[in-house]
Antibody
Framework: EVQLLESGGGFVQPGGSLRLSCAAS????????MSWVRQAPGKGLEWVSA????????YYADSVKGRFTISRDNSKNMLYLQMNSLRAEDTAVYYC??????????????WGQGTLVTVSS | EIVLTQSPDFQSVTPKEKVTITCRAS??????LHWYQQRPDQSPKLLIK???QSISGVPSRFSGSGSGTDFTLTINSLEAEDAATYYC?????????FGPGTKVDIK
């Protein structure tokens, strides 16, 4: 059974940093691209970042480019999102999601339960 | 960036009624359009992939159609458990984008 478990969310002041983690199990982690998707309170879904299965390529939404860094440790089946220079508009539930294939251009077939990040002074 | 628009924004439906949700892309995306269901306080769940392909475990009352720029999600014979927000999502080109969502409420 595929499981994705996010952690690391919390309360942070504007300009601060936070590192999210996603523990994956139930599939061959290194064979699949992974994404982070966020959802601001009461709002819709926003794709944030994606990384290939090997970790060799990454993509970011313009809204987080230069501030967020996605990474993965295939030996530990872990996905990460390092978030720096956080802004109030980054407040959201952050979901870790598995792409259906090794490439990005595929649907997100499994999602974690999400972790809430609140940026406020 | 490819913009996805959905209609309607909200729909209140009686059980067993048919629901149709449309998603329009700002440029052609072939069949790289997927549908998700998000029930209140839950994570999104993949319902339909590549416009019309079914997903194992998803009830057969959910179906999708379309290609290019116009897509449709149909729920035949709505059940109470289908109360949720439905999102379309394109994986044709980066940055990937989602539609704004359609909330389906049960009367």
């Amino acid at each position: 059974e595929v499981q994705l478990l996010e952690s690391g969310g919390g309360f942070v002041q504007p300009g601060g940093s936070l590192r999210l983690s996603c523990a994956a199990s139930g599939f061959t982690f290194s064979s699949y691209a992974m994404s982070w998707v966020r959802q601001a309170p009461g709002k819709g879904l926003e794709w944030v970042s994606a990384m290939s299965g090997s970790g060799g390529s990454t993509y970011y939404a313009d809204s987080v480019k230069g501030r967020f860094t996605i990474s993965r440790d295939n030996s530990k089946n872990m996905l990460y999102l390092q978030m720096n220079s956080l802004r109030a508009e980054d407040t959201a539930v952050y979901y870790c999601a598995k792409q259906q294939s090794s490439g990005y251009y595929s649907p997100l077939d499994y999602w974690g339960q999400g972790t809430l990040v609140t940026v406020s002074s | 960036e490819i913009v996805l628009t959905q209609s309607p924004d909200f729909q209140s439906v009686t059980p067993k009624e048919k629901v149709t949700i449309t998603c329009r892309a700002s440029q052609s995306i072939g069949s790289s359009l997927h549908w998700y269901q998000q029930r209140p306080d839950q994570s999104p769940k993949l319902l339909i992939k590549y416009a019309s392909q079914s997903i194992s475990g998803v009830p057969s009352r959910f179906s999708g159609s379309g290609s290019g720029t116009d897509f449709t999600l149909t729920i035949n014979s709505l059940e109470a458990e289908d109360a949720a927000t439905y999102y379309c999502h394109q994986s044709s080109s980066l940055p990937f984008t989602f539609g704004p969502g359609t909330k389906v409420d049960i009367k």
